[in-house]
């Protein structure tokens, strides 16, 4: 059981994502960096996905200047990070985080593609 990112793209992706959390005063945690190498495939979290909510947010940045984002915005930091969504300690910067439907899944990987 788990949400894993897998990198199917041609350099370094840095991931962060977002999940339901009822212990924040928002009910969101947000987390981040998780560094991947091209062809690897790291989880980042061992939940059973389904059942912490069927929709996850995440936001990824490739070494080249690639992104996979959306419209969720929150802000980031540039170090490894575990919030809560409203939480942003500077310095910090304003990302677009993207859906994941997993659908009743327990387990679901991203493929990160060009």
């Known amino acids: 059981m788990s949400l894993s990112f897998r990198n199917s793209y041609r350099t370094l992706v840095s991931v962060a994502y ?3 959390f009822p212990n924040c005063p928002e009910g969101w945690l947000k987390r981040g960096w998780w560094n991947i190498q091209p ?9 059973n996905v389904s ?13 080249d200047g ?5 419209p969720i915005v929150t802000c980031v930091t540039n170090n490894a990070f575990e919030w809560c969504l409203n939480r942003c300690d500077p310095p910090t910067r304003n990302e677009g985080f993207r859906e ?3 659908n009743g899944f327990t387990n679901y990987t991203v493929n990160l593609t060009p």
């Open 18 to 20: 977002i999940k339901r």
């Open 100 to 102: 994941i439907d997993v």
């Open 51 to 63: 059942a912490v909510n069927r929709f996850w947010y995440f936001h990824a940045e490739a070494t």
């Open 39 to 47: 062809g690897a495939t790291v989880t980042v979290d061992g939940a």
């Open 66 to 70: 690639a992104v996979w984002a959306g």
